[in-house]
Structure formats: structure tokens, C-alpha cells
């Protein structure tokens, strides 16, 4: 008998968010509907200004919806986001430079009130875990931008919550630092089991890491297409890139962004 399908880690339904700006309303997102299931790894990928930003805060608590519903392993994001349900990782580390790197990772514990014991043995644990052991004294202006990108994960890592949040991380990393950093990230979904939520502009990045690819136009922010690439398998490496399969999935998301493209960009 097949297994009862568990329920989705994130549940969207005709989600609409309007900001109000001085000179008249701007439509980030319109009616959006998207499911996703517990261990997926999504990426969000369009043209500046589709939403991909703000669908992503709103998933985090970060802004509120105008319109529609949205779940967060069953219930609303203000409650999933005080169960700690997510980290959040920026485009820039944003790590604090007067504390060591061992001292940003047990920064979110401490503002939770962790005891010194417990910060020191989750920390370490995740610095293991994105290969930072033999760092962690150093301070973050000591270590290379890749390094503190991967600092910044496993911050976000700390008190282990379920859902991983991650808004063009590697956007200002070199294309070889990139490539390196994909590679652990994939390793490290693949050995914690995480919902890994992903923002980028890239389509390769996009395709490599993804078991699904969510394609976002704008004006109004919306949802175009949804591609599975499970075909991938979970266990890649770089050169999948070069693979018919790897290029099939490329080309549809390509093919997406052009039609949602409009020409006064
Ligand atoms: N606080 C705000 N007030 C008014 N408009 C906003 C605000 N935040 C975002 N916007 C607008 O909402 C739209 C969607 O922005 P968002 O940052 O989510 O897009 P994005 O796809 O992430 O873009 P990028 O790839 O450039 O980061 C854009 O037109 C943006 O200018």
C-alpha cells in the first residue's frame, strides 16, 4: 500500500502582496500558488523585480500578504517563525566582525537563551558540517568571501530548524567559488534532509541544485512554470552540467524566462 503523502512543509494559495508606493501600487506577487513538500530543494529563479525576494519574506514573516493563504508546516509564518521553523541566509554574510566565527554561529542561540554548553556543542557541529572545523577562532574578515558564505549557513543551521531560507547566496562569489560552494550545499541537503527554499538569477546554479525550479515573472510578480528536475538524481556532481538531461531542463527554464520576459526591462 503506498505511504500516506506527509503534508506540505509550505502550503501557498492565491497569494497577492501590494506594496504602496509614493507614486501608486506595485504588484510583487499575484495570486501565487505553490506546494512544497518536506525535503525538497527549490530554487526561484526570474528577471529583477518578479517577486522572488518578497515571496520568500513572506514565507519568513519578514512582510505581510495583501491577499490569499499561506502555511508553514501547518500553521501561519508568525507562529512557524517564533517554533524557529527557518534560517535565513542573505546575499551578503552580514557576520558580525568583532565576534570570532564560532561566536556568529551561537549567536541565534544565545538571543534564544541557550546555555554556554549547548552553544558551544550545536556550533560545532554545524561548522563541522560546512567545513569550517580549524576556523572557528577566526574572525570573519579573516576568511575568504566562499568561507564566510558558508559561516553564514551554518548561522543559520544553528538551532536546526526544518526549513532553510536562502536569498542569492552566492550571487557576489566568483563563478569557481560558486561551483564549490554548490557542490557542498547539495552534500550538506543531502546528508541534513532540509526544505532548502533558493533564490538566484542563475539558471545553471538553478538546475544543478534543484529538485524543482519555480520560473517568476514580473509586473505582476507571478509564478510561469514549475520544473521537476528529480530526473537529476539527488547524488551530482558538476559535470551533470554538460549531461542532455541537465541541458533539456536548462533550456525549458530558459524558454520560461523569455516568454515572461517583457521588453521595457
Ligand atoms: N518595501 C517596498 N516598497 C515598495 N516596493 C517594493 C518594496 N520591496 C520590493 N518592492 C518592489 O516589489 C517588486 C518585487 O521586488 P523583489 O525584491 O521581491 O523582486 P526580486 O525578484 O527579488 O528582484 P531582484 O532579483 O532584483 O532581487 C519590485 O518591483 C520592487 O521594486
Same mark, same amino acid.
Given at each position: 500500500?503506498?505511504?500516506?503523502?506527509?503534508?506540505?512543509?509550505?502550503?501557498?494559495?492565491?497569494?497577492?502582496?501590494?506594496?504602496?508606493?509614493?507614486?501608486?501600487?506595485?504588484?510583487?506577487?499575484?495570486?501565487?500558488?505553490?506546494?512544497?513538500?518536506?525535503?525538497?530543494?527549490?530554487?526561484?529563479?526570474?528577471?529583477?523585480?518578479?517577486?522572488?525576494?518578497?515571496?520568500?519574506?513572506?514565507?519568513?514573516?519578514?512582510?505581510?500578504?495583501?491577499?490569499?493563504?499561506?502555511?508553514?508546516?501547518?500553521?501561519?509564518?508568525?507562529?512557524?517563525?517564533?517554533?524557529?521553523?527557518?534560517?535565513?541566509?542573505?546575499?551578503?554574510?552580514?557576520?558580525?566582525?568583532?565576534?570570532?566565527?564560532?561566536?556568529?554561529?551561537?549567536?541565534?542561540?544565545?538571543?534564544?537563551?541557550?546555555?554556554?554548553?549547548?552553544?558551544?556543542?550545536?556550533?560545532?557541529?554545524?561548522?563541522?558540517?560546512?567545513?569550517?572545523?580549524?576556523?572557528?577562532?577566526?574572525?570573519?574578515?579573516?576568511?575568504?568571501?566562499?568561507?564566510?558564505?558558508?559561516? +553564514? &549557513?551554518?548561522? /543559520?543551521?544553528?538551532?536546526?530548524? !526544518?526549513?532553510?531560507? @536562502?536569498?542569492?547566496?552566492? $550571487?557576489?562569489?566568483?563563478?569557481?567559488?560558486?561551483?564549490?560552494?554548490?557542490?557542498?550545499?547539495?552534500?550538506?541537503?543531502?546528508?541534513?534532509?532540509?526544505?532548502?527554499?533558493?533564490?538566484?538569477? +542563475? &539558471?545553471?546554479? /538553478?538546475?544543478?541544485?534543484?529538485? !524543482?525550479?519555480?520560473? @517568476?515573472?514580473?509586473?505582476? $510578480?507571478?509564478?510561469?512554470?514549475?520544473?521537476?528536475?528529480?530526473?537529476?538524481?539527488?547524488?551530482?556532481?558538476?559535470?551533470?552540467?554538460?549531461?542532455?538531461?541537465?541541458?533539456?531542463?536548462?533550456?525549458?527554464?530558459?524558454?520560461?524566462?523569455?516568454?515572461?520576459?517583457?521588453?521595457?526591462?
Amino acid at each position: 500500500m503506498k505511504e500516506p503523502a506527509s503534508p506540505p512543509v509550505v502550503a501557498i494559495k492565491g497569494l497577492s502582496l501590494t506594496y504602496e508606493a509614493a507614486d501608486g501600487p506595485v504588484y510583487a506577487l499575484s495570486n501565487v500558488d505553490l506546494q512544497i513538500a518536506e525535503g525538497e530543494f527549490i530554487s526561484f529563479i526570474g528577471p529583477s523585480g518578479c517577486g522572488k525576494t518578497t515571496l520568500l519574506r513572506v514565507i519568513a514573516d519578514l512582510e505581510q500578504p495583501t491577499g490569499g493563504d499561506i502555511h508553514v508546516n501547518g500553521v501561519g509564518p508568525e507562529e512557524a517563525r517564533l517554533r524557529r521553523d527557518y534560517g535565513f541566509v542573505f546575499q551578503a554574510p552580514a557576520l558580525y566582525p568583532w565576534r570570532t566565527i564560532q561566536k556568529n554561529i551561537e549567536l541565534p542561540l544565545e538571543i534564544f537563551g541557550v546555555s554556554k554548553a549547548e552553544r558551544r556543542e550545536k556550533a560545532s557541529k554545524q561548522l563541522e558540517l560546512v567545513n569550517l572545523k580549524g576556523f572557528e577562532n577566526k574572525f570573519p574578515w579573516q576568511l575568504s568571501g566562499g568561507m564566510q558564505q558558508r559561516a +553564514s &549557513i551554518a548561522r /543559520a543551521l544553528s538551532f536546526d530548524p !526544518k526549513l532553510l531560507l @536562502m536569498d542569492e547566496p552566492f $550571487g557576489a562569489l566568483d563563478e569557481i567559488v560558486r561551483d564549490h560552494l554548490n557542490e557542498q550545499l547539495l552534500k550538506l541537503w543531502d546528508k541534513t534532509g532540509k526544505t532548502v527554499l533558493f533564490v538566484t538569477h +542563475s &539558471i545553471p546554479e /538553478a538546475v544543478f541544485l534543484s529538485s !524543482k525550479i519555480v520560473v @517568476m515573472s514580473p509586473r505582476p $510578480g507571478r509564478i510561469i512554470d514549475i520544473i521537476d528536475a528529480s530526473v537529476l538524481g539527488r547524488d551530482r556532481t558538476l559535470d551533470i552540467r554538460e549531461t542532455p538531461e541537465f541541458l533539456k531542463i536548462a533550456h525549458r527554464v530558459r524558454e520560461g524566462l523569455r516568454a515572461g520576459h517583457s521588453y521595457d526591462d
